[in-house]
């Protein structure tokens, strides 16, 4: 009786091991939905040209596009909107310094250094310029 189970539970699990096998193509289906989209993959190891920071300070221009322009284009929460010489006259009144000292430690709803972290002191100086049209 034993060995009638035995023979029973053997053949079941082969029939069941027959039954979820896969076929080549079917397993390579498989493959080809769960694989992955796409990479990861940072410095040179891609065969990227590293990001190298330029040696050189940027533009007011480039400051201002890289950081400023989405507050300062439409005059958000008070900003003073580029080339509005009135606005940016009331913030000069104080003086340059004391616009750039602002501008780098925030003052009012602008975040320090407009949340332009990369940005030297004397480029958020050169896009406060560019900003005023001095």
């Given at each position: 009786?034993?060995?009638?189970?035995?023979?029973?539970?053997?053949?079941?699990?082969?029939?069941?091991?027959?039954a979820?096998?896969?076929?080549?193509?079917e397993?390579?289906?498989?493959?080809?939905?769960?694989?992955?989209?796409?990479?990861?993959?940072?410095?040179a190891?891609?065969?990227?040209?590293?990001?190298?920071?330029s040696?050189?300070?940027?533009?007011?221009?480039?400051?201002?596009?890289a950081?400023?322009?989405?507050?300062?284009?439409?005059?958000?929460?008070?900003?003073?909107?580029?080339?509005?010489?009135?606005?940016?006259?009331?913030r000069?009144?104080?003086?340059?310094e004391?616009?750039?000292?602002?501008?780098?430690n925030?003052?009012?709803?602008?975040?320090?250094?407009?949340?332009?972290?990369?940005?030297?002191?004397?480029?958020?100086?050169?896009?406060?310029?560019?900003?005023?049209?001095?």
């Amino acid at each position: 009786m034993k060995q009638l189970k035995a023979l029973i539970l053997a053949a079941a699990a082969l029939v069941a091991a027959q039954a979820m096998a896969l076929t080549d193509s079917e397993a390579d289906k498989i493959r080809e939905r769960i694989k992955p989209v796409g990479e990861v993959c940072v410095g040179a190891e891609c065969g990227a040209a590293p990001v190298v920071a330029s040696s050189e300070p940027r533009s007011g221009e480039e400051v201002y596009t890289a950081a400023c322009t989405a507050c300062h284009a439409v005059g958000v929460l008070g900003a003073p909107k580029t080339g509005d010489v009135a606005a940016w006259e009331e913030r000069l009144a104080k003086g340059m310094e004391q616009t750039w000292q602002n501008a780098i430690n925030g003052i009012n709803a602008m975040p320090a250094k407009g949340n332009c972290m990369d940005c030297s002191d004397d480029e958020i100086l050169a896009a406060i310029k560019y900003m005023a049209g001095k």
